[in-house]
C-alpha cells in the first residue's frame, strides 16, 4: 500500500501510527508507535513524537521539538523551534512514573514560540500566543498573549496573530482581517 504522506528517508516511523494524507516529516525525525498526526501536517528536522501523542490536521512543528505522551494538539498549531513539552511534575531518573503522566492539550489555532516551555498539565486556550523563550506554568486562556519566565499575559492576540488593542467599549478589530473581537472580564470572543 503506497503512504499518502512525505517521509525523508532518514526520518523514522514506527509500525502503528496513523499519519494523515498530505503530512511531510523531514530529516532525523522519529514517529512512533500509537500516536497520531493528521493531514497536512509539516514535521520538522530532529522531531520526536512519542506514543499515544495526537496531532490535528495542518499542525505546525518546527525542528529540534520533542512531543511527549500526554500532549494533544488540535488543528493549526504552530510548535516553534525548540520548544519543550513536559509530562511528568516530579521527575527522577531512578523512579519510574510511566502511569502518572499529564496532559497537556494545546487548543486550535495556538502558537507557541522558539525555546518556550511547557509544564505539564497546563492547558493552551484557542489562538493563544506564547512568546519566544516563555516558560508556562498554569493555564493561558484563549487568545492570551504570554511571554517571560514565568510566563505572564501582556495582551491579547487576534487569530491573524496580531496584537489587539482594546477600545473604552471593549472593541477591538484585527488590522489584517477586518474581524472583531470583544473583551469581557477576562475573556476575549470573536464576534464577526
Not at 520538522?44 to 494538539?73: A, D, F, M
Not at 511534575?89 to 486550535?108: G, H, L
Not at 484563549?142 to 501582556?154: E, F, I, K
Amino acid at each position: 500500500m503506497e503512504k499518502d504522506y512525505f517521509a525523508h528517508e532518514t526520518a523514522v516511523i514506527d509500525d502503528g501510527c496513523k499519519i494523515g494524507k498530505g503530512t511531510r516529516i523531514w530529516h532525523f525525525s522519529h514517529i512512533m508507535t500509537g500516536c497520531e498526526i493528521g493531514e497536512n501536517c509539516n514535521i520538522g528536522q530532529n522531531v520526536v513524537v512519542s506514543p499515544e501523542v495526537r496531532l490535528g490536521k495542518n499542525v505546525k512543528v518546527q525542528n529540534n521539538v520533542s512531543i511527549y505522551t500526554g500532549v494533544i494538539c488540535e488543528d493549526d498549531v504552530f510548535l516553534g523551534p525548540s520548544m519543550v513539552f513536559t509530562n511528568i511534575v516530579n521527575p527522577r531518573s531512578a523512579v519510574i512514573r510511566k502511569e502518572s503522566y499529564v496532559t497537556t492539550i494545546v487548543e486550535k489555532g495556538a502558537s507557541i514560540g522558539a525555546n518556550a516551555t511547557i509544564v505539564c498539565g497546563h492547558n493552551i486556550g484557542r489562538y493563544a500566543f506564547i512568546g519566544a523563550g516563555a516558560v508556562v506554568t498554569k493555564e493561558v486562556r484563549p487568545y492570551a498573549l504570554v511571554v517571560g519566565n514565568p510566563a505572564r499575559q501582556v495582551g491579547w492576540m487576534s487569530e491573524f496573530g496580531h496584537r489587539l488593542e482594546f477600545g473604552s467599549e471593549g472593541l477591538a478589530v484585527c488590522p489584517e482581517s477586518g474581524e472583531k473581537y470583544r473583551l469581557a472580564g477576562d475573556n476575549v470572543t470573536k464576534v464577526s
